[in-house]
């Protein structure tokens, strides 16, 4: 139904939303084999940042 197409936008930038924060989430991951372990420290408060942020973005998807 041609009411529901301007819809699909903001869920379509949500799921790409979520993807980002979950390739940022891999890519700190594997970071963390390469730096110190005060720098994996941080790695991992990033991560978890970007978790948060997959877990509202998720919450927003539903909305839609």
């Not at 041609?2 to 390739?23: H, Q, V």
């Not at 940022?24 to 942020?53: C, F, G, N, P, W």
């Amino acid at each position: 139904d041609s009411s529901r197409e301007p819809m699909i936008y903001p869920l379509l930038a949500a799921y790409a939303a979520i993807g980002r924060e979950l390739d940022s989430v891999l890519y700190y991951s594997e970071m963390k084999k390469y730096v110190t372990a005060s720098a994996q420290d941080l790695l991992e408060q990033v991560i978890e940042e970007e978790r948060k942020h997959v877990v509202i973005l998720t919450n927003i998807k539903k909305t839609f």
